[in-house]
């Protein structure tokens, strides 16, 4: 079932993609643009990234592609609704895109991703992984939320019940005590893994998005002020008549 | 969810990518090199999401994919108002037309 | 005298004198800055000169009471009894000082400053009964240290001070002298007041004259830093500062000789005069090397009262007695030198220093050789007569009371240095002078040419009184002549300026006249010049005369004493009795020649007119001084105030000094002369005023008929004794000579080879150009040419268009990439 959902999406995704490359109508190109972001928010579902993905169907979808076909439509007059490429460079930016994907491919699938994680695990840094499923926290957009306004609650939660969780993953076996409190000694700033330092590690890992969503809220201003100056209509100066 | 694994994601966050450059070297219209744009903020984004749901990541991920996406609102914005200054003063969207650079 | 009253006395003398020595100075400096922007037409620079040297004159003046005051000089007791000269002068300083002794010694010991005042140190001592003799050749002097220009261990060259009756005499003198002269060349040269000048003796091509703008400005700034110059001489402290402004001297000299630089003869003149001092000034050197090696300072004497510090060259030289301590005979002999104390002086090595006898002889040889050269003496007298191409002032001031003074102020200050065979040359060479110029001057007919002769043979007196041990004759005769000669010359000045410059006496005649003040006050300085005097002696005054006689009768009187002891030299008592005969004729030849008898120009007659009173005035100031500032001869105030500085050991004769066994007559035996001296003078000088009047006044002989009697004699004296053509001969015509060969050594060797080196380093240059344009700047150039076309080639990726840019970036990470996998495997 994942994988034949993944499938489809991705498919949908990816040919989509293409298809805003290969059209030539503005129009055209949106609405593969809106296809393809609308099944980008459903692999970012897939994800359990609920939130995410919702804010990208109303942003995106909703907003900005929304944006962009007002653009068309205040610029598009007749002959600039399709505005052909020359098919030499299409070669070109094709030669170029293959050996782009050539590249990042083999990068993507040459990485031993499961290997790495649980490496990084032995190292000792914690793994949030499966913490948020919805069933037991109701999706992501609680925790989110509380991130951006500076508590970082799947963290806090995560380090709490430590010692309850750790029976449940699957290499803390591996662990045995003593070794444990001689690694929480010499790595007490990794928080959760060592309830002596549960306060602590409560105060250096709980860093919240305030400030970045502050000013990202004031960026926003900026931006649409500066949008609205760009924008509006020039005042045409009148000519004297004499 | 490990039967998709990480790989895939990923393949589809370059595909996006890769899509998102071509558009943008290719399309004359200027409309076209920011939905280009787009394209490669959701490659981007998708990687993001990917790595925080199957690495240490994350909600730390999530949140900057939410931080990309607004970004990209915010630059939609203010590229359509450039696009339509563009418009006002050229009477076209072709970006060619826009060649001070040239040496 | 109380140390007090010496310390108080000494540092207002100290800045009075340095007051008068510094204004000219100034003066100099605001004239010939100023001068440019005061414009030709302003006299504000002679007002300015004027003003500068009075005020030094008034400066001079106080000093000058300040000392007779502080000296205790009572006029009467010296010289009443003249026999007791030698005594005198101790008891002067006996008398003024034996009150204050304890006082001095104590006080004085504590005092440090840099002016000390002189103690009479050995009857001081004798008084306390200390062993300590005080070596002080000198009785009274002060001395101190203005600035240490360097120092080289323990010796060092310093501007030093050296105040003395003589100094303070010296002073008032020049400057008394130099504001009349002045005064006078504001009248004279009122001609330079313009914008173009017209100077007649210089001939330009087309028959015309030479024109220039005036240069009145510039003619008393070089007054002023004469007289800074020769003041500066006068005030100096050692040998080496006398020697500094004596260049300066010779420098201002030079440039106001060749005022006239644009006439040939003056421009050679005044090369002349500098060359001729040169010659003198390489002996100068010398004896300044010596002392410098053997005594190791530069200072005349050092008065300190405390006898702390470097002791003075003076005082090395003399014991208290003013003796030379020497050992050994002949060239074996030694001088021993003196500490202050009164001991030997030894030396690091504990030996007691000395100094060959032989060296020193040198030396003081050397210090004259200067004196020579300065003061005209044979055989370098030749430079005088041509300086007399400089304006008259010049030659008044120049030539005949300070610049030419100089010399014989030296070898009077200088003379404790001097042993007996040193003076028996300066004698010599002063009586061969005098007599030299005297009988050049009888044949001369250019007016000026008369005194500048004349001038020749009073220091030729000077000298000559020197030498036979009349140090106060000597220096007597400077400063009374000093105001007959600037006298005479500045009514020499008179009669050019009245007659349009004219200066040939054969054409002038009957001008008394026309000019009356010029007339007499030339009258008063010929009288004196001559020795004339009415044979009476009044008490307290002495003879009735004009200061010449005096001077003249005490140098006679000095050199009939000298013959007497020294029956071997007599011709140095004949030869100035002569030339006193000969004075007087040719004196009394050129007076007559230009105010008496028929006029020999008409033209030059009728437009002959009195001075204007700028220049009368002085002439009669002059004219006062020249009459009476001897007055009371040998025990007059003038006398005594040179007796003060005169050295110990002149008072009491020397018997059988040097290795040459010379006689030196005492103040005694002079005195006992005296009588017979001063007969035998005035009867010659009679003489020759009798034979002047008989020839030019009377016309009783025809001077024409006697110049083709002595027709070869007159033509030998004509020619100045042959002289310049015996230099000519000896000197120039051989290094014109040398100097063809060296020409042609030029020419042929060096000029060739510099040539063919020359030509060398063409040849290596226009190779190396070759190589530069071949290979350097091919080079550059090509470095340039590919920098810029791939500037150019470049250029066209910069197409402008955006999406290129894109293209660019992905294809280049892409590369990036490729490059990364192929270079770092993992």
């Known amino acids: 079932m994942e994988s034949l959902l993944?499938?489809?999406?991705?498919?949908?995704?990816?040919?989509?993609?293409?298809?805003?490359?290969?059209?030539?109508?503005?129009?055209?190109?949106?609405?593969w643009l809106v296809v393809s972001l609308g099944c980008v928010a459903g692999l970012f579902f897939m994800l359990n990234a609920d939130f995410v993905g919702a804010t990208q169907l109303l942003i995106y979808v909703g907003g900005t592609v929304v944006l962009l076909i007002f653009g068309v439509m205040l610029t598009a007059s007749g002959p600039f609704n399709t505005i052909k490429s020359e098919p030499a460079e299409m070669i070109q930016a094709g030669v170029i895109g293959i050996a782009l994907l050539a590249i990042l491919i083999p990068t993507v699938t040459s990485v031993d991703w499961v290997g790495n994680r649980d490496t990084l695990s032995h190292a000792g840094v914690k793994s949030p992984s499966g913490e948020f499923n919805q069933q037991g926290e109701g999706g992501t957009s609680r925790h989110i939320g509380a991130a951006l306004l500076g508590v970082r609650v799947d963290q806090a939660d995560a380090s709490a019940p430590s010692e309850a969780a750790e029976a449940h993953e699957h290499h803390d076996a591996d662990h045995d005590h003593g070794h444990e409190h001689a690694h929480g000694e010499e790595a007490h700033s990794h928080a959760g893994h060592d309830h002596a330092h549960a306060e602590v590690s409560e105060t250096n890992q709980a860093s919240g998005y305030l400030l970045p969503f502050e000013i990202i809220s004031v960026h926003l201003l900026v931006v649409l002020i500066g949008a609205s100056y760009l924008a509006r209509a020039k005042r045409r100066v009148e000519q004297p008549t004499s | 969810m490990e039967s998709v694994g990480l790989s895939g994601y990923l393949i589809v966050g370059a595909v996006l990518f890769v899509c998102g450059v071509i558009c943008m070297a290719t399309k004359r219209n200027g409309i076209g090199i920011l939905m280009g744009v787009e394209l490669v903020l959701n490659g981007a984004n998708l990687n993001f999401v990917a790595f925080s749901q199957h690495t240490h990541l994350g909600l730390d991920g999530q949140i900057a994919s939410l931080f990309v996406i607004v970004l990209a609102a915010a630059e939609a914005a203010v590229a359509l108002a450039i696009a339509l200054n563009f418009y006002n003063n050229h009477l076209t969207i072709d970006v060619d037309r826009a060649a001070d650079l040239k040496g | 005298m109380s140390p007090d009253i010496y310390i108080e006395t000494g540092t207002t003398?100290?800045?009075?004198?340095?007051?008068?020595?510094?204004?000219?100075?100034?003066?100099?400096?605001?004239?010939?800055?100023?001068?440019?922007?005061?414009?030709?037409?302003?006299?504000?620079?002679?007002?300015?000169?004027?003003?500068?040297?009075?005020?030094?004159?008034?400066?001079?003046?106080?000093?000058?009471?300040?000392?007779?005051?502080?000296?205790?000089?009572?006029?009467?007791?010296?010289?009443?009894?003249p026999g007791a000269v030698a005594a005198a002068s101790h008891e002067v300083s006996e008398a003024t000082h034996a009150d204050h002794e304890h006082d001095a010694h104590h006080a004085g010991a504590e005092h440090d400053g840099d002016h000390e005042h002189v103690a009479p140190s050995h009857s001081e001592a004798e008084h306390h009964g200390h062993a300590v003799h005080g070596n002080n050749p000198l009785k009274f002097a002060f001395n101190g240290t203005f600035y240490t220009l360097a120092k080289f261990g323990s010796i060092q060259v310093t501007l030093d001070y050296y105040i003395d009756g003589l100094t303070v005499l010296m002073f008032t003198m020049v400057t008394f002298i130099a504001t009349c002269i002045h005064l006078f060349a504001i009248g004279?040269?009122?001609?330079?007041?313009?914008?173009?000048?017209?100077?007649?003796?210089?001939?330009?091509?087309?028959?015309?004259?030479?024109?220039?703008?005036?240069?009145?400005?510039?003619?008393?700034?070089?007054?002023?830093?004469?007289?800074?110059a020769m003041l500066g001489l006068v005030l100096a402290g050692n040998i080496f500062q006398v020697f500094i402004f004596w260049e300066l001297v010779g420098v201002c000299s030079y440039l106001l000789i060749g005022f006239y630089v644009e006439r040939k003869s003056a421009s050679t003149a005044a090369n002349?005069?500098?060359?001729?001092?040169?010659?003198?000034?390489?002996?100068?050197?010398?004896?300044?090397?010596?002392?410098?090696?053997?005594?190791?300072?530069?200072?005349?004497?050092?008065?300190?009262?405390?006898?702390?510090?470097?002791?003075?060259?003076?005082?090395?030289?003399?014991?208290?007695?003013?003796?030379?301590?020497?050992?050994?005979?002949?060239?074996?002999?030694?001088?021993?030198?003196?500490?202050?104390?009164?001991?030997?002086?030894?030396?690091?090595?504990?030996?007691?220093?000395?100094i060959p006898y032989w060296l020193l002889v040198v030396a003081g040889l050397g210090i004259f050789a200067g004196c020579v050269g300065k003061s005209a003496q044979f055989p370098l007298q030749t430079w005088l007569p041509d300086a007399m191409e400089g304006p008259t002032p010049v030659s008044a001031l120049v030539h005949s009371a300070t610049m030419v003074a100089a010399g014989v102020y030296l070898a009077g200050r200088f003379f404790p240095m001097f042993t007996p065979e040193v003076l028996l040359v300066i004698a010599y060479v002063g009586a061969i002078t005098a007599f030299i110029g005297a009988t050049i001057a009888l044949v001369v007919t250019d007016i000026k040419q008369v005194l500048a002769y004349s001038t020749i043979s009073q220091l030729g007196y000077m000298m000559l009184a020197i030498g036979v041990g009349g140090w106060l004759a000597g220096l007597f005769h400077l400063i009374t002549h000093a105001f007959f000669k600037s006298l005479m010359f500045l009514c020499s000045g008179s009669v050019i300026h009245g007659c349009?410059?004219?200066?040939?006496?054969?054409?002038?005649?009957?001008?008394?006249?026309?000019?009356?003040?010029?007339?007499?006050?030339?009258?008063?300085?010929?009288?004196?010049?001559?020795?004339?005097?009415?044979?009476?002696?009044?008490?307290?005054?002495?003879?009735?005369?004009?200061?010449?006689?005096?001077?003249?009768?005490?140098?006679?009187a000095s050199s009939l004493s000298f013959s007497t002891l020294n029956p071997t030299h007599s011709l140095l008592f004949f030869i100035p009795l002569i030339t006193a005969g000969i004075t007087a004729f040719y004196m009394h030849r050129m007076w007559f020649m230009t105010f008496f008898g028929k006029p020999k120009d008409h033209h030059v007659h009728e437009h002959a007119h009195e001075s204007p009173w700028v220049m009368c005035g002085p002439l009669l100031a002059l004219s006062f001084f020249a009459a009476f500032c001897a007055v009371g001869g040998?025990?007059?105030?003038?006398?005594?105030?040179?007796?003060?500085?005169?050295?110990?050991?002149?008072?009491?004769?020397?018997?059988?000094?040097?290795?040459?066994?010379?006689?030196?007559p005492s103040h005694h035996d002079i005195h006992e002369c005296h009588g017979q001296a001063g007969v035998m003078a005035l009867l010659a000088a009679l003489m020759g005023a009798v034979i002047a009047y008989l020839f030019y006044c009377k016309q009783a002989v025809d001077p024409a008929l006697v110049k083709a009697r002595f027709e070869s004699a007159h033509r030998f004296l004509k020619s100045k004794w042959q002289f310049d053509e015996i230099y000519d001969a000896m000197f120039t015509r051989p290094v014109h000579v040398v100097a063809k060969w060296c020409t042609g050594f030029d020419r042929e060797a060096l000029d060739r080879f510099l040539h063919s080196c020359a030509s060398l380093a063409v040849g290596i240059a226009q190779w190396d150009r070759k190589f530069d344009e071949a290979v350097v700047d091919r080079i550059v150039n090509v470095l340039g040419e590919v920098t810029f076309a791939a500037g150019r080639t470049l250029k066209g990726v910069q197409t402008g268009r955006l999406r290129q840019y894109v293209m660019f970036i992905a294809a280049a990470v892409v590369c990036l990439f490729v490059v990364l996998f192929l270079f770092l495997p993992r």
């Open chain 3, 13 to 81: 003398l100290k800045w009075l004198l340095t007051t008068a020595w510094l204004l000219p100075l100034a003066g100099f400096l605001i004239e010939v800055f100023g001068g440019y922007w005061s414009g030709r037409k302003s006299r504000a620079a002679a007002y300015l000169a004027v003003g500068c040297i009075a005020t030094g004159f008034v400066c001079s003046l106080i000093a000058l009471l300040t000392w007779i005051d502080a000296a205790n000089l009572n006029v009467s007791d010296i010289w009443q009894n």
């Open chain 3, 188 to 228: 004279y040269m009122s001609d330079e007041l313009t914008e173009s000048y017209e100077d007649h003796q210089v001939h330009l091509p087309g028959g015309k004259h030479f024109h220039r703008p005036g240069r009145f400005y510039r003619f008393f700034s070089f007054l002023s830093l004469f007289c800074f």
């Open chain 3, 500 to 556: 349009h410059h004219e200066q040939e006496m054969t054409k002038m005649g009957g001008l008394y006249k026309k000019m009356p003040i010029t007339c007499w006050t030339m009258w008063i300085g010929v009288v004196a010049i001559s020795g004339l005097a009415i044979p009476i002696t009044l008490p307290y005054l002495g003879a009735i005369a004009f200061s010449g006689f005096h001077s003249k009768d005490a140098i006679i």
């Open chain 3, 634 to 664: 040998e025990s007059g105030p003038l006398a005594k105030l040179l007796l003060t500085s005169e050295p110990t050991h002149v008072a009491g004769g020397l018997q059988a000094a040097g290795n040459i066994g010379l006689n030196l």
């Open chain 1, 6 to 31: 993944f499938t489809v999406y991705a498919l949908a995704t990816c040919g989509a993609a293409l298809g805003v490359v290969l059209s030539q109508n503005v129009a055209r190109m949106a609405f």
């Open chain 3, 272 to 354: 002349k005069a500098f060359i001729m001092n040169r010659v003198g000034d390489f002996g100068f050197l010398i004896g300044l090397m010596i002392l410098w090696t053997w005594f190791g300072t530069f200072q005349f004497a050092n008065t300190n009262p405390d006898q702390t510090g470097q002791q003075g060259l003076f005082q090395m030289v003399r014991t208290d007695t003013g003796e030379i301590e020497t050992e050994g005979e002949g060239l074996n002999r030694v001088a021993y030198m003196q500490s202050l104390s009164g001991q030997r002086l030894m030396g690091n090595d504990g030996q007691a220093r000395r």
